[in-house]
């Protein structure tokens, strides 16, 4: 006996208890590039099959969009870099306008794994680097000490307000562009795939679905979503929300279904 439920399933997701037995989950991102993941960890201790789907991904806009923005990249001296989108899409846009960056171009990046990427760009060692720790509060300290520049901050169409209200409350002088967009990828393979559980990151990932499966219904598959705003689309979305990570015993996504998994597999 199973619980799965087709991705389209029929019916209205019920009141009934929730904590029932999973044997298969799909995330909503991309695969791991390596094998040395938590969530092949997880699927190895309890026993579950877990794949992994990107509902959504990023396409870079046009050079004719972009001139749209009316920026002039060369007008400033540094560029806040918060992902590695942000850097190939930065790169990419250069090459199709014909611009080439100076080696005085200053760049802070949100983590060193994103200050190593420009690696694939850049000689690293002769260029002004500098990178923060995964948080942008840590990122502004660097920012600041370097006031005197003029900040190009590289972003997708969907993005927090948060680093432009932080940059502005420090009084840094910075222009926002858009260099990518954030859209539904097509899942209409998925149609007669069953899954226990789905796990949404943000947003764009539940409206996805839907774009996707409009006669979506949930039944008894269980929901995991990642973070406030994305807890929130899936509230909005009318849909039972099972599992919400982060959590005081669960910062991670994968350690808040293990404690699911704990409750609703033990003895069956």
Request: charged fraction near 25%.
């Amino acid at each position: 006996m199973s619980s799965e439920k087709s991705i389209p399933a029929d019916g209205s997701a019920g009141t009934e208890n929730r904590v029932q037995k999973v044997k298969t989950i799909l995330v909503t991102q991309p695969r791991p590039e390596t094998d040395k993941s938590p969530y092949f960890d997880l699927a190895k201790k309890m026993n579950v099959k877990i794949d992994f789907r990107p509902f959504i991904h990023v396409e870079g806009i046009s050079a004719k969009e972009f001139r749209k923005e009316k920026i002039n990249i060369l007008d400033h001296s540094a560029v806040i870099l918060t992902s590695r989108n942000a850097v190939d899409n930065f790169f990419r846009i250069c090459t199709e306008l014909r611009i080439t960056v100076p080696e005085t171009m200053k760049y802070f990046c949100i983590s060193e794994s994103t200050a190593f990427y420009l690696q694939k760009y850049v000689q690293y060692r002769k260029r002004k680097i500098f990178y923060g720790n995964q948080k942008f509060v840590e990122l502004i300290d660097v920012i600041k000490k370097n006031k005197g520049e003029k900040f190009l901050l590289l972003c997708s169409d969907i993005h927090k307000d948060e680093i432009p209200e932080i940059l502005e409350e420090h009084k840094i002088n910075f222009t926002k562009a858009v260099i990518y967009r954030t859209v539904c990828s097509d899942l209409s393979d998925l149609s007669d795939v069953k899954y226990d559980m789905l796990v949404f990151f943000s947003p764009s990932g539940i409206k996805s679905l839907y774009q996707n499966f409009p006669d979506f219904k949930q039944n008894n598959t269980r929901i995991a979503a990642f973070g406030e705003t994305t807890a929130a689309a899936v509230r909005e979305a009318n849909l039972i929300l099972d599992i919400h990570a982060p959590q005081p015993n669960a910062p991670s996504m994968t350690m808040a279904i293990e404690n699911y998994l704990k409750l609703a597999n033990k003895g069956r």
